[in-house]
């Protein structure tokens, strides 16, 4: 499986026996040549440079899945995925991501590669941390229209910032999202407008998940009363 997960991930090195040559003797200057030469090997180049083998994590990817629950993770192999995101752009179509150590910058380095997906559409995100950087890249991939958009994102029991919080959900505004968990992401009756306007302006979503998070009986009263006026 490891065999052929190298194969399709690095397209220009055709043999596995060439591709060993490569992990052994990759700082030579003939092989600084073929990557050159081979774009796609730039992938390979980026995981030595962050000395982090990448493949293992790779060929993880089954049906378009890739589950890293409980995956341990680390800034370079975050940097080295993200590169592989970027070359391939049809290889996954969900990301699940459960308790790796992952911070803001290392899930940032992960959505900005996901941005060359093509078909990427649901997200999940537990028990790690996260911030304006990965906010940021995460409202790009919110905002992509049909039929490239997102249709799922639950974030659930992160670490993230009250600010953060209320970047998300200004960008998450009248998008194409289906399905959407904010579960114990620290928001309080100040951002709950937000949440009353998303509730309004996204006729898509069909689920909303924000258990957890500091709401008075009084916010959730007016959610309710939104939501029965939007039936």
Same mark, same amino acid.
């Given at each position: 499986?490891?065999? /052929?997960?190298?194969? /399709?991930?690095?397209?220009?090195?055709?043999?596995?026996?060439?591709?060993?040559?490569?992990?052994?003797?990759?700082?030579?200057?003939? !092989? +600084?040549?073929?990557?050159?030469? &081979?774009?796609?090997? @730039?992938?390979?180049?980026?995981?030595?440079?962050?000395?982090?083998?990448?493949?293992? @994590? $790779?060929?993880?990817?089954?049906?378009? @899945?890739?589950?890293? &629950?409980?995956?341990?993770?680390?800034?370079?192999?975050?940097?080295?995925?993200? /590169?592989?995101?970027?070359?391939?752009? &049809?290889?996954?179509?969900?990301?699940? !991501?459960?308790?790796?150590?992952?911070? &803001?910058?290392?899930?940032? %380095?992960?959505?900005?590669?996901?941005?060359?997906?093509?078909?990427?559409? %649901? $997200?999940?995100?537990?028990?790690?941390?996260?911030?304006?950087?990965?906010?940021?890249?995460? %409202?790009?991939?919110?905002?992509?229209?049909?039929?490239?958009?997102?249709?799922?994102?639950?974030?659930?029991?992160?670490?993230? +910032?009250? %600010?953060?919080?209320?970047?998300?959900?200004?960008?998450?505004?009248?998008?194409?999202?289906?399905?959407?968990?904010?579960?114990?992401?620290? !928001?309080?009756?100040?951002?709950?407008?937000?949440?009353?306007?998303?509730?309004?302006?996204?006729?898509?979503? /069909?689920?909303?998940? !924000?258990?957890?998070?500091?709401? @008075?009986?009084?916010?959730? +009263?007016?959610?309710?009363?939104? $939501?029965?006026?939007?039936?």
């Amino acid at each position: 499986m490891k065999s /052929k997960a190298i194969e /399709k991930f690095i397209g220009g090195i055709q043999h596995r026996q060439e591709f060993y040559g490569v992990a052994k003797h990759g700082t030579s200057a003939i !092989i +600084s040549q073929k990557v050159k030469e &081979d774009p796609k090997a @730039t992938f390979y180049a980026k995981c030595q440079k962050e000395c982090v083998i990448a493949m293992p @994590t $790779l060929a993880k990817i089954k049906d378009k @899945t890739l589950n890293l &629950d409980g995956y341990s993770l680390n800034h370079g192999l975050c940097n080295a995925l993200g /590169k592989a995101f970027n070359l391939y752009h &049809d290889v996954l179509e969900e990301l699940i !991501i459960v308790n790796t150590g992952a911070d &803001d910058e290392m899930l940032a %380095a992960m959505l900005e590669g996901l941005h060359e997906q093509h078909n990427f559409k %649901a $997200l999940t995100y537990k028990k790690n941390s996260l911030g304006i950087k990965s906010v940021e890249q995460l %409202a790009k991939l919110i905002k992509r229209q049909r039929p490239f958009n997102l249709d799922e994102v639950r974030i659930i029991n992160c670490k993230i +910032s009250s %600010a953060a919080s209320q970047m998300l959900l200004e960008e998450i505004q009248g998008t194409n999202l289906r399905r959407l968990a904010l579960v114990k992401c620290h !928001i309080n009756s100040s951002h709950f407008e937000y949440i009353l306007e998303l509730v309004r302006s996204s006729p898509s979503l /069909k689920e909303l998940d !924000i258990s957890w998070n500091r709401l @008075t009986p009084r916010d959730l +009263s007016e959610l309710f009363a939104v $939501l029965a006026s939007n039936r």
